[in-house]
């Protein structure tokens, strides 16, 4: 798995009844800095609309919520994944590792697949999708609500998808157009990036989509718009979490670390090793008329970076629920 500066553990939030395969999943999370909670109420859905600290949730094809109508592991996926989209879902299968067979929207819904007797492949997909090894999972859902919304705003008449947030060791850029924005908070001083292709960019303020004038449009006009992007997602982040924030926080930039970029490359380097926490947005026209818009938005905090400090400042935390009997430990 990815080594951190840090050793973190990430909380799953499991959903299995067998009592052979509950003791496997905890001996592999034991094994892994895991944390597996296992729902108690009658109902598998309501700890899940709360804003709860999780990385992740395993199912199995028998998980059912029948107070929700939801009688299989299938469509309990589906449900989950239209709530808490930020949370990879990871469905244990008995014949088969492999969602072939599965219709379009259970396919986007789970993350993947494993069977019991390869638990290396779920290893590796928690290597691969569990942004909250290293991120706090109600940071991520700020980061996406805010940037959602801010999207929505510059680009009029469309539809914004999520895909899975996810972390990257290499430091190459996407598309021919970055924005590069300073982020700091009590808790992180790094930057923040959004990256992008200047030609969708183009059909889109030549559709009349943004507030951009529609005539003689060249690559100047995708740099203003993505840098106003920027400034909107920071600007409302940033008050996002000046509710957490201590009274007596100020801004201060007391360190500095070189930026080297290689152009020709695509190639961008903060200094130092830690993983980039990644985020990709669809922009799709809802008249059909342009084709969509890519946008990968990236958070580096190069300089400082110490979760377990935001933690302590978020207000929705696993341990309150586990204190409440809404959840308990394996």
């Known amino acids: 798995m990815i080594k951190f500066d840090k050793s973190l553990v990430s909380k799953l939030l499991v959903f299995e009844d ?153 430091k190459l850029t996407y598309g021919d157009i970055v924005s590069l924005l300073p982020v700091q908070a ?43 992007v920027s400034n909107m997602a920071w600007g409302g982040l940033k008050t996002r979490l000046l509710s957490l924030h201590p009274p007596d926080f100020e801004e201060r930039n007391l360190i500095a670390v070189p930026i080297t970029v290689n152009q020709y490359k695509e190639y961008i380097s903060f200094g130092t090793d830690r993983s980039q926490l990644c985020f990709e947005y669809t922009i799709y026209d809802n008249d059909h008329n342009v084709e969509p818009v890519k946008l990968f938005q990236k958070f580096i905090f190069n300089i400082k970076w110490t979760p377990e400090e935001y933690r302590a400042a978020d207000e929705n935390t696993v341990e309150e629920l586990v204190e409440s009997g809404e959840l308990e430990l394996f």
């Not at 395969?21 to 609309?49: D, H, W």
């Not at 600290?53 to 592991?73: K, P, Q």
């Open 18 to 170: 067998d009592k052979d395969t509950q003791t496997a999943i905890k001996e592999f999370c034991e094994s892994n800095g895991l944390i597996p909670l296992r729902q108690q109420s009658y109902s598998a859905m309501k700890v899940l609309y709360s804003n709860i600290d999780l990385g992740g949730v395993l199912l199995c094809e028998a998980a059912h919520d029948s107070s929700e109508g939801i009688h299989n592991g299938f469509d309990l996926a589906v449900r989950i994944h239209r709530i808490r989209p930020e949370l990879p879902i990871f469905m244990r299968r008995e014949d088969r590792d492999d969602k072939e067979d599965l219709t379009e929207e259970q396919q986007a819904a789970i993350a993947g697949v494993y069977k019991l007797d390869n638990m290396d492949k779920l290893l590796g997909m928690i290597d691969q999708f569990l942004a909250d090894t290293e991120y706090p999972i109600s940071l991520i859902r700020r980061i996406e609500e805010v940037t959602t919304s801010s999207l929505e705003t510059t680009f009029k008449n469309c539809t914004v998808k999520l895909a899975l947030p996810y972390l990257v060791k290499d």
């Open 186 to 228: 009590p808790w992180f001083n790094g930057y923040m990036m959004f990256q992008s292709e200047e030609e969708p960019m183009i059909h889109m303020i030549e559709a009349g989509k943004t507030s951009v004038d529609s005539k003689d449009v060249d690559f100047r006009d995708v740099m203003g718009l993505l840098s106003e």
